[in-house]
């Protein structure tokens, strides 16, 4: 249900399985579903996104540079920056 169609009400779940995903395939599942959702949500929820993803980009987070994951990661922070931080 997530994965085809996110809701703002899933975010919790979804930024869950970024920060501590079980397996790779988990996180680009729930990527792909925050990038479907990104559009919906308001500023503060942007938020919790982007530094969710940005915190896995760090070491010694998941999302390695030249991976379809971090691909996926950084077409939804462009997404965040390009529909702005406010509601």
């Given at each position: 249900h997530i994965r085809e169609s996110p809701d703002p009400e899933d975010l919790s779940v979804l930024l869950t399985v970024v920060s501590q995903p079980r397996s790779a395939f988990e996180q680009?599942?729930?990527l792909e579903?925050?990038?479907k959702?990104?559009?919906s949500l308001n500023g503060d929820q942007r938020m919790l996104a982007?530094?969710?993803i940005q915190q896995q980009e760090l070491p010694p987070g998941k999302l390695r540079p030249n991976t379809d994951r971090r691909r996926l990661a950084d077409r939804i922070l462009g997404s965040i920056g390009t529909t702005g931080l406010t509601p």
């Amino acid at each position: 249900h997530i994965r085809e169609s996110p809701d703002p009400e899933d975010l919790s779940v979804l930024l869950t399985v970024v920060s501590q995903p079980r397996s790779a395939f988990e996180q680009y599942m729930a990527l792909e579903a925050l990038e479907k959702l990104v559009h919906s949500l308001n500023g503060d929820q942007r938020m919790l996104a982007r530094s969710a993803i940005q915190q896995q980009e760090l070491p010694p987070g998941k999302l390695r540079p030249n991976t379809d994951r971090r691909r996926l990661a950084d077409r939804i922070l462009g997404s965040i920056g390009t529909t702005g931080l406010t509601p």
